[in-house]
């Protein structure tokens, strides 16, 4: 089955950019989702179709997939940001939902 | 505004059935455009995909999963429900439901439900 390797965690200052991975094979050739999941709540979609915002989700939050590596990039970093980020995938060939095994942002 | 919440109970015995309900309001679950999803997340653990329904009744399960797993639809009630058969600890986790843009982005989440397997 298709596997999504993201990084245990990331650290960043306040105001500075994040920027979160998650590499698959091809993985440039798939649509990529990111969703942003804060202690005890439920997961919030904060990018889809690669690079896409949803409504309410600030501009700061950008994505961006190509070749084996996409990248969710949050500029201008608040402590608010502060939680675990699952990318997400639909495989074709097994037809699955994929996720990663998430990454946690700490703000510094 | 769309609002999914699961139901159902949150302690389950080992080897039974364990059964959850998604209602859904603000969109019909007859919706060309989307799918219905179950999820669920173990303690202290990730995400991890259990299955996929259409209104039609077209399913796709996790094949880690898949022999105990049966997801079903009521668009009379505007619900879709998971049934998972013999439970063991390993199950005890966070349900979620959520809705997908086709087959893709779940874009809605329910708030989640904790179930416990034990006797």
């Known amino acids: 089955s298709y596997v999504l390797t993201q990084p245990p965690s990331v650290s960043v200052a306040p105001g500075k950019t994040a920027r979160i991975t998650c590499g698959g094979n091809?993985?440039?050739?798939?649509?990529v989702h990111w969703h942003q999941q804060k202690p005890g709540q439920a997961p919030v979609l904060v990018i889809y179709?690669?690079?896409d915002r949803p409504s309410g989700i600030p501009e700061r939050f950008s994505g961006s997939n190509s070749a084996n590596t996409a990248t969710l990039t949050i500029s201008r970093v608040e402590a608010g940001d502060e939680a675990d980020y699952y990318c997400?995938?639909?495989?074709?060939?097994?037809?699955?939902?994929?996720f990663g095994v998430g990454t946690k942002l700490t703000v510094l | 505004q769309v609002q999914l919440q699961e139901s159902g109970p949150g302690l389950v015995k080992p080897s039974e059935t364990l059964s959850l309900t998604c209602s859904v309001s603000?969109?019909?679950?007859?919706?060309?455009?989307?799918?219905w999803g179950w999820i669920r997340q173990p303690p202290g653990r990730g995400l991890e995909w259990i299955g996929s329904?259409?209104?039609?009744?077209?399913?796709y399960y996790s094949p880690s999963l898949k022999s105990r797993v049966t997801i079903s639809i009521d668009a009379s009630k505007n619900q879709f429900s998971l049934k998972l058969s013999s439970v063991t600890a390993a199950d005890t986790a966070v349900y979620f439901c959520?809705?997908?843009?086709?087959?893709?982005?779940?874009?809605?989440w329910g708030q989640g439900t904790m179930v416990t397997v034990s006797s």
């Open positions: 959520a809705r997908l843009r086709g087959l893709d982005a779940l874009d809605i």
């Open positions: 603000g969109v019909s679950i007859r919706s060309t455009s989307h799918y």
């Open positions: 329904i259409y209104h039609s009744g077209n399913t």
């Open positions: 091809n993985i440039g050739s798939k649509s």
């Open positions: 179709y690669d690079s």
């Open positions: 997400q995938v639909w495989d074709n060939d097994s037809d699955c939902v994929v």
